[in-house]
């Protein structure tokens, strides 16, 4: 710009360049008073939803291993009673006093016998109401489960 044609003197050029100067920083003063609050509410803000953000994210990561130990511990409770309960069951049934001609399945019935008694007995308890199950999962987790004792009355296996 060129001062000379506006008869404006050096001087008085620069005294207009402080002017705007200063006036510029009071008005960045102005917004940074005017912003600051919301500014400091805003960070605030941040921080507690990062702190909620953290503590639900903990929550479901406990709540998600409560429910896989929950998970392992049924599967352990149907393996047991599977195990110990419904093959033994199923192989009596295979025995030989109870075995037929007429429905025996021959070499593959005596090569893949225990593994059909096997899946079957895993299948019969997962697909099935097992109270057993139940009774085994709430005495394994010993949240106010009954005692052995108990345990095998409730469920009749002492007579």
């Keep these: 710009m060129n001062f000379e044609s506006l008869n404006i003197t050096h001087t008085q050029s620069r005294a ?38 953290d503590e639900t994210y903990e929550l479901d990561e406990a709540a998600t291993r409560e429910q896989r130990e929950a998970e392992q511990l049924r599967e352990a409770a149907e393996q047991l009673v599977a195990s110990a309960f419904v093959l033994p069951f199923l192989q009596q049934v295979r025995s030989e006093s109870l075995r037929s001609d007429l429905m025996h399945g021959g070499f593959a019935e005596d090569a893949f016998g225990q593994q059909l008694d096997t899946h079957l007995a895993d299948k019969f308890v997962q697909s099935g109401n097992f109270p057993l199950v139940d009774a085994v999962e709430q005495y394994m987790t010993k949240r106010g489960g009954p005692s052995p004792d108990a345990l095998g009355q409730q469920l009749n296996l002492q007579g």
Excluded: I, T
Aim: net charge negative; aromatic share 6%.
């Design 16 to 53: 207009l360049s402080e002017a705007k100067g200063r006036m510029n920083n009071d008005v960045d003063a102005s917004r940074d008073e005017l912003f600051a609050p919301a500014a400091a509410f805003a960070a605030a803000l941040g921080a507690k939803l990062d702190d909620r953000l």
